[in-house]
């Protein structure tokens, strides 16, 4: 056992990597890369051992404030012990050999990532054994049912609390903040809690971030949705389902998301959140999650079993997904046409309001606003009066934001234009290559990085027209963005004569 001081390092760690320098290593049973049990008075946490020549000094132990899980003082004295092996390695093992686990052992590995037993590894053994094997139906209900009840859950005075949830992959998916004000403006209750960017250039609360605080608890929440009806956090912040944000650090930079996952993910957020209803939005088309419509009626028929087995009831709608929503991508650059199209909804992108208004009419006539086959002129009558912009402003104003419009939000300093180099039309635009370069400028850490699209499918080009402007607050991550833009081509363009062939 090692007994050292606490040392808190300024560094992004590997989560619950602990410090220490090599002379206290020396003639122990102790080496770099085992796990390891930190005791304190305030609790105890496991950690994967790293030794150093200089970081830390002889009796000292460097871990990293920002991800340690109990409560710790600088200086304060705590014991350093071999920690047991995670029973959940034996389960996850079995998953990869494809076999089906049991409740129990699906408990387990859930319980064990919560209390962060698991190291990034095994958990992304875990995470990759999924994608590669699935899981079935009990499986996927035993672990959503896990993770809701390993973390907070909301309850509610009134009903029905109503629900919306992409599963992503399209670039510029910002409906929320036009559908959520649309309908908290119905007096429909409706707590939004969102993620982070998973494989995206940024998620629902990167772009939410730009305008309020979206690190709101389950207290924060409950004032802002009984004042205005509905908000626009991000759920990891208010320990629901604390897994899945745990299982999301492992899954952005392998960028996939198994579906195993994604379902659990989903549902396990709406028990915890405490909602009777959800409409899940499942984007369909090249580039994205889901390829085609058969794919998106089998992931509809799951989401669907799986809500019935919960006591939810669950809509799913099929979008089109084949590239990006309106022509913002990047948190700023999101967040700007969003309240552009709050503002002044019919000169906004028609995808944009297409797609909110689409999702907004089917929450209205769930919530009873809204007659059957009547939703979507509700929503639109909601929108134009101005009253979704009034909640929205509501909303950010109970968040800690203020009133915006959408000409104050800044975004990157530095910038590109990336021109046609022929005449012709634009014959598709890929939501993967798009996000990539708005990722390799920036986003969704540098906020005020991105993509805006000057010219969609369809759009006729003349040489030398602008297709799209990359931002970016870095030079360098800048002109990293327009290299890869160059080599990779994620707007194209055709003249109307594509081939020419002759006889032999």
């Not at 991800?67 to 995670?86: D, F, S, T």
Request: glycine share 8%; proline share 5%.
């Amino acid at each position: 056992m090692l007994f050292l001081k606490v040392k808190f390092l300024d560094l992004d760690l590997e989560t619950n990597a602990v410090i220490v320098n090599e002379e206290d290593l020396k003639g122990t049973a102790y080496y770099p890369h085992d796990r390891v049990l930190i005791e304190s008075s305030g609790g105890s946490f496991v950690g994967t051992l790293y030794s150093t020549k200089t970081m830390v000094n002889p009796g000292e132990v460097g871990v990293s404030k920002a991800v340690i899980p109990i409560p710790l003082n600088e200086g304060e004295e705590v014991r350093i012990r071999h920690a047991q092996k995670p029973a959940s390695l034996n389960y996850i093992k079995k998953k990869m050999d494809g076999q089906i686990l049991k409740p129990h052992e699906i408990h387990t590995i859930v319980d064990e990532i919560v209390s962060r037993k698991l190291s990034n590894i095994e958990l992304s053994a875990f995470v990759v054994s999924t994608y590669v094997n699935g899981m079935e139906t009990n499986e996927i209900v035993e672990m959503t049912k896990r993770m809701a009840e390993t973390g907070e859950t909301l309850e509610w005075d009134k009903s029905p609390v109503v629900d919306v949830h992409s599963i992503g992959g399209v670039p510029g998916n910002k409906y929320a903040l036009l559908t959520i004000p649309i309908v908290a403006s119905a007096g429909i209750t409706i707590p939004k809690t969102s993620s982070r960017a998973i494989t995206s250039a940024a998620g629902t609360a990167d772009v939410v971030e730009v305008l309020a605080n979206v690190n709101l608890d389950a207290e924060e929440i409950k004032r802002v949705v009984k004042t205005t009806n509905g908000c626009l956090v991000w759920g990891g912040a208010v320990n629901l389902a604390p897994a899945d944000d745990i299982i999301i650090n492992v899954e952005r930079p392998l960028a996939i998301d198994p579906k195993p996952q994604l379902l659990a993910s989903v549902m396990a957020k709406k028990i915890a959140t405490g909602i009777n209803y959800t409409v899940i939005d499942i984007p369909i088309g090249y580039g994205v999650k889901i390829k085609n419509e058969k794919e998106g009626n089998q992931l509809a028929r799951k989401f669907i079993e799986l809500g019935d087995l919960l006591g939810i009831r669950v809509e799913c709608v099929l979008t089109y997904g084949g590239q990006p929503i309106g022509r913002a991508i990047g948190p700023a650059l999101e967040a700007r046409e969003a309240l552009m199209a709050l503002n002044d909804p019919k000169s906004a992108p028609k995808s944009l309001i297409e797609k909110s208004l689409s999702l907004a009419g089917v929450l209205l006539e769930l919530g009873g606003a809204a007659q059957p086959g009547k939703g979507n002129e509700v929503a639109w009558e909601i929108l134009t009066s101005g009253k979704a912009l009034e909640k929205f402003n509501e909303i950010i104003t109970e968040q800690g934001g203020e009133e915006t419009k959408p000409d104050e939000i800044e975004i990157g300093e530095y910038s590109a234009e990336i021109t046609s180099s022929k005449y012709g039309y634009v014959t598709g635009v890929s939501n993967k290559l798009i996000t990539n370069i708005a990722k390799e400028a920036g986003a969704p850490k540098d906020k005020k990085a991105g993509v805006l699209l000057h010219a969609k499918t369809g759009n006729k080009v003349e040489k030398g027209d602008a297709l799209y402007t990359i931002y970016s607050s870095s030079e360098e991550r800048l002109n990293a963005a327009v290299n890869l833009a160059r080599r990779t081509y994620p707007v194209r363009v055709e003249g109307m004569l594509l081939k020419r062939i002759s006889r032999f």
